[in-house]
């Protein structure tokens, strides 16, 4: 009988000390965060002139001195924390400094350890976006370290720790480009809409390299103006194919994105990577501080296709100018899911900032009437509904929308929160001023 009891007892004993081990990390336990190199760091200075690279699986040529990678997190209160860093060295000794805030540290990394090596303690004062940065001081291999993993231990259980935590479905990239937020307008109902006209302001000092400030989104594609390097910016007008598929290469002739006219200065090509369709582009040197106007018609052609042709507005000239029309088969319709978006689509530049005003946004029907658009739904990418990334937001100041994402700011606006406007026309038809001076 005693021999049954112990045997009971060890069991129950046995039984219960996963429960306790947990409840004893809930309540006295550390909770540690490992922060991936390759979707949460960036090479921050002189990153052309190094030859540094991050990747999803670590870092390539970090030889200079120069190199400063910077790592940013997310935590949702003030908290006191113990870091800790593991690098891959595979060639000589390697000496690092890491700074935090105002702590300064400096670890010596032997070659072929990947063991964690203990920074110090940091208290984290406010709640919202920290970085930290690493610079290489010696070494006697041929580069600093090949990769690097940072380690964060909290003590509060209660704690949220934002970053991108896994790379599936390509996430360390996206998440480097940062998130991207969209404004879906409400449209009028049982209505067949033909013209989406909208207006954009970039604020000056708000133009990174990799931004995309997307203007007249459609159902079926997109019309916005980039800026795709110091030397060059475009106004870029898209339209899906029907067929679904990356690669332009597969799309059967028969429902190939077809070419209907274009603009003097309009390229056009294939576009694919994210969906595939026709592609046309100006190169033009928006600036900054000015206010571009918009226009998108979308129509059936009664013949089983559907007509898409966009204008674009320089205030300074100003005149209005064609960028391209195409037909896209195998579809009937109106323009629907009217939409704006901004987004960056160079991943090494996610650590920079970038916002626009979107004002003015209306859509005319098929007999003619306008349509002012004062409500919009903001919405995020699968980055920002994760909330890998926080530095997002969007809003309105009673006359415009605005959207902001990228810099690791620590404002911040739910997904799914509907904005409103002022209405900015007095005129029964809501005809825009600048659409005076248009001309098919």
Same mark, same amino acid.
């Given at each position: 009988?005693?021999?049954?009891?112990?045997?009971?007892?060890?069991?129950?004993?046995?039984?219960?000390?996963?429960?306790?081990?947990?409840?004893?990390?809930?309540?006295?336990?550390?909770?540690?965060?490992?922060?991936?190199?390759?979707?949460?760091?960036?090479?921050?200075?002189?990153?052309?002139?190094?030859?540094?690279?991050?990747?999803?699986?670590?870092?390539?040529?970090?030889?200079?001195? #120069?190199? @400063?990678?910077?790592?940013?997190? *997310?935590?949702?209160?003030?908290?006191?924390a113990e870091l800790s860093l593991a690098a891959t060295v595979h060639e000589g000794d390697s000496e690092l400094?890491?700074?935090?805030? +105002?702590?300064?540290?400096?670890?010596?990394?032997?070659?072929?350890?990947?063991?964690?090596?203990?920074?110090?303690?940091?208290?984290?004062?406010?709640?919202?976006?920290?970085?930290?940065?690493?610079?290489?001081?010696?070494?006697?291999?041929?580069?600093?370290?090949?990769?690097?993993?940072?380690?964060?231990?909290?003590?509060?259980?209660?704690?949220?720790? $934002?970053? @991108?935590?896994?790379?599936?479905?390509?996430?360390?990239?996206? &998440?480097?480009?940062?998130?991207?937020?969209?404004?879906?307008?409400?449209?009028?109902?049982?209505?067949?809409? #033909?013209?989406?006209?909208?207006?954009?302001?970039?604020?000056?000092?708000?133009? /990174?390299?990799? $931004?995309?400030?997307?203007?007249?989104?459609?159902?079926?594609?997109?019309?916005?103006?980039?800026?795709?390097?110091?030397?060059?910016?475009?106004?870029?007008?898209?339209?899906? $194919?029907?067929?679904?598929? +990356?690669?332009?290469?597969?799309?059967?002739?028969?429902?190939?994105?077809?070419?209907? &006219?274009?603009? #003097?200065?309009?390229?056009?090509? +294939?576009?694919?990577?994210?969906?595939?369709?026709?592609?046309?582009?100006?190169?033009?040197?928006?600036?900054?501080?000015?206010?571009?106007?918009?226009?998108?018609?979308?129509?059936?052609?009664?013949?089983?296709?559907?007509?898409?042709?966009?204008?674009?507005?320089?205030?300074?000239?100003?005149?209005?100018?064609? @960028?391209a029309s195409f037909l896209r088969p195998a579809t009937h319709t109106w323009l629907t899911r009217a939409h704006?978006?901004?987004?960056?689509?160079?991943?090494?530049?996610?650590?920079?900032?970038?916002?626009?005003?979107?004002?003015?946004?209306?859509?005319?029907?098929?007999?003619?009437?306008?349509?002012?658009?004062?409500?919009?739904?903001?919405?995020?990418?699968?980055?920002?509904?994760?909330?890998?990334?926080?530095?997002?937001?969007?809003?309105?100041?009673?006359?415009?929308?605005?959207?902001?994402?990228?810099?690791?700011?620590?404002? *911040?606006?739910?997904?799914?929160?509907?904005? *409103?406007?002022?209405?900015?026309?007095?005129?029964?038809?809501?005809?825009?001023?600048?659409?005076?001076?248009? /001309? #098919?």
């Open positions: 009988m005693k021999l049954l009891e112990l045997s009971l007892l060890n069991y129950i004993r046995w039984s219960l000390l996963p429960i306790y081990l947990l409840i004893n990390q809930v309540a006295f336990g550390q909770y540690i965060h490992e922060v991936p190199l390759g979707g949460n760091a960036y090479i921050t200075q002189n990153p052309a002139q190094n030859g540094a690279q991050i990747r999803p699986d670590g870092i390539r040529n970090w030889s200079s001195t #120069e190199t @400063v990678i910077s790592w940013w997190i *997310h935590i949702d209160r003030p908290v006191k400094s890491i700074k935090v805030a +105002d702590n300064h540290f400096n670890l010596k990394i032997q070659d072929n350890n990947t063991a964690r090596n203990r920074l110090g303690s940091v208290e984290f004062t406010e709640p919202g976006y920290h970085r930290i940065d690493i610079r290489g001081i010696e070494k006697k291999g041929p580069a600093f370290a090949t990769d690097l993993k940072l380690f964060m231990s909290i003590m509060d259980s209660l704690a949220r720790v $934002s970053f @991108v935590k896994d790379n599936v479905d390509n996430r360390f990239y996206w &998440g480097r480009r940062g998130p991207s937020v969209h404004l879906a307008y409400t449209m009028p109902q049982d209505q067949d809409i #033909e013209w989406f006209y909208n207006e954009i302001t970039v604020p000056e000092g708000e133009d /990174q390299i990799g $931004s995309y400030f997307m203007a007249n989104g459609f159902g079926e594609g997109y019309f916005g103006i980039q800026v795709n390097s110091p030397e060059e910016r475009r106004i870029l007008f898209s339209v899906w $194919s029907p067929y679904v598929t +990356d690669d332009p290469k597969d799309i059967p002739d028969s429902l190939r994105i077809k070419l209907i &006219g274009k603009g #003097e200065k309009t390229i056009v090509n +294939d576009f694919g990577n994210e969906g595939s369709g026709g592609q046309s582009r100006i190169i033009f040197s928006w600036k900054a501080g000015v206010t571009y106007s918009f226009l998108t018609r979308v129509a059936p052609d009664n013949q089983g296709n559907t007509l898409y042709t966009s204008w674009f507005y320089d205030p300074e000239e100003p005149k209005w100018h064609f @960028v704006s978006f901004l987004e960056n689509f160079v991943d090494t530049n996610g650590y920079k900032g970038r916002m626009a005003w979107y004002g003015n946004g209306r859509v005319r029907d098929r007999e003619g009437n306008w349509y002012e658009m004062t409500e919009a739904r903001f919405t995020g990418d699968d980055i920002a509904r994760r909330k890998y990334r926080l530095d997002f937001m969007g809003g309105s100041d009673g006359k415009r929308f605005f959207l902001r994402n990228g810099g690791f700011f620590n404002e *911040h606006v739910e997904l799914n929160k509907v904005f *409103h406007r002022n209405k900015q026309s007095n005129l029964p038809v809501g005809i825009p001023e600048r659409m005076n001076s248009f /001309q #098919e």
